[in-house]
Nanobody, 120 residues
């Protein structure tokens, strides 16, 4: 019903920045809350950030607060994760999610993920 495609991942040095994009299919993007999760090899999937349908409410993990921001452009059917001051511990596959309610765990649709690697 909804397809999510992430882009913007890559290799960056510690202290650098990346902006991840999540493009959603269909005309109903604006009704969904959007979120970002990340998963490193051998570790559990972890919540990163989320934003509600109109951008009025956001949630950000303490581990990235002050460095990452989440925002969206409903006219482009796209959500973004701006990542600054990157650290090697941020290395993971970053996955976009969408759902009718902003949560830190449960969403209805998931993307395939994009790799972020931060070198020291």
């Amino acid at each position: 019903q909804v397809q999510l495609v992430e882009s913007g991942g890559g290799l960056v040095q510690a202290g650098g920045s990346l902006r991840l994009s999540c493009a959603a299919s269909g005309r109903t993007f604006s009704i969904f809350a959007m979120a970002w999760f990340r998963q490193a090899p051998g570790k559990e999937r972890a919540f990163v950030a989320a934003i509600d349908w109109n951008g009025s409410n956001t949630a950000i993990s303490d581990s990235v607060k002050g460095r990452f921001t989440i925002f969206r452009d409903n006219g482009k059917n796209t959500a973004y994760l701006q990542m600054n001051s990157l650290k090697p511990e941020d290395t993971a596959v970053y996955v976009c999610a969408a759902g009718v309610v902003l949560t830190k765990s449960s969403y209805d649709y998931w993307g395939q993920g994009t790799q972020v690697t931060v070198s020291s």
